[in-house]
């Protein structure tokens, strides 16, 4: 049996395969890992505490958007080059690729600066009063530094993708995943305070260890070749990746407002309590979306290198492969709410109550990023993403207003702010799926092929 999965003439499809079995291995742990950690988490911090920590640390991560589009840029531009086995402009774009990060790191951090000291916090985040605001400056700041670490070490895993190597990236997040919970374990053993400065170090603060190590350690093996050097920056390399790398990044911004904006708005309309209960059940669902980001990982940059060969064959029977498995996850998530009330009652404790709308709402969001995924993963790997970035824009006008309508106007709280989530990633997927349709049956005309 193990040798029949193995087994394809197709080299593209046999290190697909192969990434796929390795990444769901590490998946596995990973999230062992990410589900020992809520409960952990929430009785370290506290309900309130934890919500406020989600809250924050997503809005930190919203910084991470403004690569401009350069990681997804240097995927396919470097899978290209990796393609026709040419390693010097590979060079190039990587060193070009670190030298804008660094430049941007810098701007990030000015901009963070000024941010901090000129928004008042404890009503955008509709903080408790007796919440002492000073830890929370801390913890911004903490988060902060260590993000821009991580941001400017961010291209490795692009170069990982371009080689076609995603199973490596889930392992130093699996690795970075396992330190996490060590620590929280020792700082909770000791009772280290203030609880919320010291859990930002160490979830914050470990993966750059794992990150820093990886980059030092492929570039002085396997990536030699790739090695940056200051000599081999140049600004054409700079906009060749920029260039498909712009839409890439309005697309992020309208990635950030659609999907991550929910834990801000639930907290500034419902308070941070609330955020909590959110997240839990976001947690409990992403088995699925987890399952199949680790099924797709392999094939944005396969599809990149299947397109550049004009191996369009190969990327249809990858889709009915990818929808197939899409049918599976719907029965999976079917099961998964069915059996909620006991896993929650297992995991969190007994204290611990969803709404059944929630819970419905978010097995079908994990459906629909699933769905959205194949068709933009296919999209991105050829370079077609212009009408994926009218439909982002749309969607990013129209979401925070649903959300409010949904969530405030109608009194469906959490559930009516996943709900306007919900319809912008429909139709989203809706456009994607006809954009597929079009360039598969050569009859993509205009924004449809562009």
């Not at 088995?287 to 299947?306: E, K």
């Not at 969001?365 to 769905?371: G, K, L, P, V």
């Amino acid at each position: 049996m193990i040798k029949k999965i193995f087994h394809s003439k197709n080299h593209r499809t046999l290190l697909a395969k192969k990434n796929i079995m390795y990444s769901l291995l590490l998946k596995v742990i990973g999230m062992v890992t990410m589900f020992a950690l809520v409960p952990l988490s929430i009785k370290y911090l506290g309900n309130t505490n934890y919500g406020i920590w989600i809250t924050v640390s997503g809005i930190i991560a919203w910084a991470g958007m403004f690569d401009f589009g350069f990681s997804h840029g240097l995927r396919n531009r470097l899978t290209e080059s990796l393609a026709k086995n040419d390693y010097e402009t590979g060079r190039y774009l990587v060193s070009s690729t670190y030298f804008f990060m660094f430049i941007i790191s810098v701007i990030l951090t000015i901009i963070f600066y000024l941010i901090l000291i000129s928004i008042h916090w404890q009503s955008l985040l509709n903080l408790p009063k007796e919440f002492d605001i000073k830890i929370l400056y801390i913890i911004l700041q903490i988060i902060f530094f260590f993000f821009i670490v991580q941001f400017f070490l961010k291209p490795i895993n692009s170069i990982l993708q371009a080689y076609q190597l995603p199973a490596i990236v889930q392992a130093i997040g699996t690795i970075g995943g396992i330190m996490i919970i060590l620590g929280i374990i020792l700082i909770k053993y000791y009772q280290i305070k203030p609880e919320l400065i010291f859990y930002a170090l160490v979830v914050a603060g470990t993966p750059i260890v794992v990150s820093l190590g990886a980059t030092v350690y492929f570039f002085s093996q396997r990536f030699r070749l790739l090695l940056p050097s200051l000599s081999f920056i140049k600004l054409k390399y700079i906009k060749s990746i920029g260039g498909l790398g712009l839409s890439f990044f309005i697309i992020q911004l309208s990635l950030l407002v659609v999907y991550s904006s929910d834990n801000l708005i639930i907290s500034y309309l419902f308070g941070p309590g609330e955020v909590t209960t959110y997240h839990v059940v976001y947690k409990y669902f992403s088995v699925i979306t987890i399952f199949f980001g680790v099924v797709m990982s392999p094939f944005w940059s396969a599809i990149t290198d299947a397109y550049t060969k004009n191996e369009m064959k190969w990327i249809q029977k990858t889709i009915r492969s990818l929808l197939f498995i899409l049918l599976f996850g719907i029965l999976i998530s079917c099961i998964l709410f069915y059996i909620s009330p006991w896993i929650f009652q297992l995991w969190i404790g007994e204290e611990f109550t969803a709404p059944i709308s929630l819970k419905a709402l978010m097995a079908i969001y994990a459906i629909s990023i699933a769905w959205l995924n194949i068709f933009s993963f296919f999209s991105n790997g050829i370079g077609k993403i212009r009408i994926q970035l009218i439909a982002y824009i749309f969607a990013a006008l129209i979401n925070i207003p649903m959300s409010y309508y949904f969530g405030k106007v109608l009194h469906m709280g959490s559930s009516g702010v996943l709900l306007a989530t919900i319809i912008c990633i429909i139709g989203i997927s809706l456009v994607l799926s006809l954009q597929y349709m079009k360039i598969i049956n050569n009859s993509a005309k205009g924004i449809w092929n562009k």
